[in-house]
């Protein structure tokens, strides 16, 4: 089991519930073979909590809510709508999901996904809004390149430095 220590920095600041949430969503993601990572900078400055990318290039974006204040207070997230493919909510078990139909969180394009430490669900599947190829390819190499130096950053952390 990870620590909080070991976890990722993009998790380093963010409350246990939404490490919780973020670990059963990526469990999800993962069986149905798309590879997530937190906390994304996106191209017109913003950063999605989570970025996913499955086989056949489909860019999912899910932001994390653990609070219904949290949620409302959110005007940002329409933002995200022109990178991806998809959107997602995701909550913990047991957060009341009512927000999530009223029209001003667009429930005909957002999905929304309950998830824990140790599993997610899809709750409402989220309306598929393809990517222009231009945009696509930009996150894509976005994606991949911010998976590339994570993981050269884990193994050199003295990297950055060289910048």
Known sequence: MAT???????????P???VDVARGVTRLLFRADTMA???????NGRRADMMAIDGKGCVTIVEIKVSRADLLGDAKWPDYLDY????????????????????ALRPGIAGLIVADRYDAVI??????????????????????RRAARRTMAALDP???ALD
Not at 4 to 14: G, I, K, M, T, V
Not at 37 to 43: A, F, K, N
């Open 4 to 14: 909080r220590a070991s976890l990722p920095e993009c998790f380093a600041d963010a």
């Open 16 to 18: 246990p519930q939404a």
């Open 37 to 43: 990572l937190c906390e994304v900078p996106l191209g």
């Open 84 to 103: 991806c493919d998809r959107f997602y909510w995701a909550v913990p078990a047991g957060f009341d999901c009512a927000p999530f139909e009223r029209e």
């Open 123 to 144: 709750v409402r599947e989220a309306a598929h809004r393809p990517l222009a190829a231009p945009r696509r390819k930009a996150e894509t190499l976005r994606f991949a």
């Open 158 to 160: 003295g990297l950055d």
